[in-house]
Nanobody
Framework: VQLQASGGGLVQAGGSLRLSCALS????????VGWFRQAPGKKREFVAV????????YYADSVKGRFTISRDNAKNTVYLQMNSLNPEDTAVYYC????????????????WGQGTQVTVSS
């Protein structure tokens, strides 16, 4: 299984971006997919997760109400719509997939994408 994250960039505070995570080598419907982020000098932190099956979603408190995770199984792609961005959201964003876990700990995920940089200017 391979993951390809894309969609990052530079945006002003209050703006929006949509990240994509394309999965190859397997059927997306069999995997939970999570987004994590890592700012310079900080640990990688949980952002959002979408489950396999009925696609329940869960969010970190810091992004709840601003970010939306969704999936398109036909395209084998998961999206992270990010609205009302602020400078604290600046980080490298990673997507991860796993057939068994929905953990908020990055240590528990089997497959990772390469990361995409999101920079929010004030």
């Amino acid at each position: 299984v391979q993951l390809q994250a894309s969609g990052g960039g530079l945006v002003q505070a209050g703006g929006s971006l949509r990240l994509s995570c394309a999965l190859s080598g397997g059927a997306l419907s069999n995997y939970g997919v999570g987004w994590f982020r890592q700012a310079p000098g900080k640990k990688r932190e949980f952002v959002a997760v979408i489950t396999w099956g009925i696609s329940n979603t869960y969010y970190a408190d810091s992004v709840k109400g601003r970010f939306t995770i969704s999936r398109d199984n036909a395209k084998n792609t998961v999206y992270l719509q990010m609205n009302s961005l602020n400078p604290e959201d600046t980080a490298v964003y990673y997507c991860a997939a796993d057939p068994k876990t929905l953990s908020r700990s990055s240590d528990d995920w089997a497959y990772w994408g390469q990361g995409t940089q999101v920079t929010v200017s004030s």
